[in-house]
């Protein structure tokens, strides 16, 4: 019965915390692909993925085009 509930735990335990982890369900290259169909965007690298599939948040550094203004940059990053 012990380690029944050992188990249970360690399951409840490690799938708990991929949405604490940098683990994503999504491949990093599929997100970079995703932001380089933005309007501007020259680069991505640094991509962190936070939170479980169905709620998962990515954070990147991008590369724009130097005559985009800040404000538009962040329209675009909203786009995505």
């Known amino acids: 019965m012990v380690s ?3 188990f249970a735990g360690y399951g409840i335990i490690k799938e ?8 994503s369900g999504i491949e ?7 932001i380089m169909g933005g ?3 020259k680069g991505c690298h640094k ?5 479980a599939w169905e709620i998962s948040r ?11 203004s800040l404000g538009d940059v962040h ?3 909203h786009k995505r």
């Open 4 to 6: 029944f509930i050992i």
């Open 16 to 23: 708990g915390s991929r949405s604490v982890l940098d683990v």
């Open 28 to 34: 990093e290259k599929e997100i970079c692909d995703l």
């Open 39 to 41: 309007e501007g965007v």
């Open 47 to 51: 991509i962190r993925t936070r939170g």
């Open 58 to 68: 990515s954070i990147c550094a991008c590369l724009v085009q130097s005559d985009i």
């Open 75 to 77: 329209l675009v990053s």
